[in-house]
């Protein structure tokens, strides 16, 4: 095990800003997604983790600080001489002597960037800086805050390409924390949902995602007409633009699709949508005032 979290508490002054309980566990290979809304503790969580806020409780590691790496939100360096400079005097070693660093510098297209100086480069080629910095590190456990926070979509495509391509058939553990769900669609095999400060729950995607959603969701566009054919079918949580249906069955999915294709209506067939996901699971915790997460079992009133 790779790090254990337990009777976790951050307070900021008398309001608890994080209370983790039951335990959290994080073993190598592990890819975990931390989401929930602002203010629901995904940072403090890493901060707390790293020692950088003051906590009651257990965090149990057997890493060393130089095993653990971390890129955080938010990163400024010094603007007086070019980045190749700066990454040479942060690492330590000559990019000239480096084939691992020539590597990384080459797989996230960082070249033409050496010479500029830090605030001549964009908002993805500094997130691209960042990241070989951490990765040079060869942490057997990376956080990363927000890695794509305000780039256009574009970018961050192609940068969660490059993370996705790089970490493909390693065996390192990261946790990320991130709102873009399709983000962690490509990147997260677990799932850490928070709500203000609190754990909803924790656990596998499939296993969260049929605890929530069932074996699968139809997902069709939310107008009158379509309100009306599907009026017998129950509702899952979703955004207001949207209806949603569970299918607990394969015969309860094939006489829905049967019907809306009689109708010639488009939808949607999903069985790990993380933001369907996270939106039932929020909604359960707030019709029920309690939490699932307790040693991997759901602990809600049936």
């Known amino acids: 095990m790779l790090l254990s979290i337990q009777n976790l508490t951050v307070r ?22 931390v989401i929930g809304s602002n203010g ?11 020692g950088l806020v003051p906590y009651q409780g257990i965090i149990k590691t057997g890493l060393k600080p130089e095993q653990m790496a971390v890129h955080m939100q938010f990163n400024e360096y010094t603007d007086s001489m070019p980045v190749k400079y700066i990454m040479e005097a942060i690492l330590g070693r000559k990019i000239s002597r480096d084939k691992k660093l020539q590597e990384l510098i080459f797989f996230f297209e960082f070249e033409d960037c050496l010479r500029k100086k830090y605030t001549k480069l964009s908002g993805g080629q500094k997130q691209r800086f960042t990241i070989i910095l951490v990765m040079m590190q060869n942490a057997e456990l990376t ?7 305000g780039l256009d979509f574009e970018t961050r495509q192609k940068l969660v390409e490059k993370l996705v391509e790089w970490y ?16 962690l ?31 699968a969701v139809i997902i069709v566009g939310n ?11 129950e509702k899952l949580a979703s955004p207001a633009h949207l209806i949603a249906m569970s299918c607990e069955s394969e015969e309860k999915e094939n006489r829905i699709v049967r019907l809306l294709l009689e109708n010639d209506i488009n939808y949607k067939r999903s069985n790990n949508d993380i933001e369907m996901l996270y939106i039932n699971a929020k909604a359960r915790a707030d019709m029920t005032g ?10 809600y009133a049936k």
């Open 12 to 33: 900021y002054g008398a309001d608890t800003v994080l209370s983790i309980q039951s335990p959290i566990e994080i073993a190598e290979g592990d890819r975990v997604g």
């Open 40 to 50: 629901a503790g995904k940072t403090t969580l890493i901060k707390s983790i790293l």
């Open 143 to 149: 956080f990363y805050d927000e890695v794509t926070s």
């Open 168 to 183: 493909q058939g390693k065996d390192a553990s990261f946790l990320m924390v991130s709102h873009y769900y399709e983000e």
């Open 185 to 215: 669609d490509q990147l997260a095999d677990k799932l850490l949902i928070l709500d203000k400060g609190h754990v909803i729950d924790y656990g596998r995607r499939e296993e969260l995602f049929r605890r929530y959603c069932g074996r």
């Open 223 to 233: 107008t009158e007409k379509n309100m009306t054919i599907l009026s017998e079918y």
């Open 290 to 299: 309690a939490t699932v997460h307790s040693a991997g079992k759901e602990k």
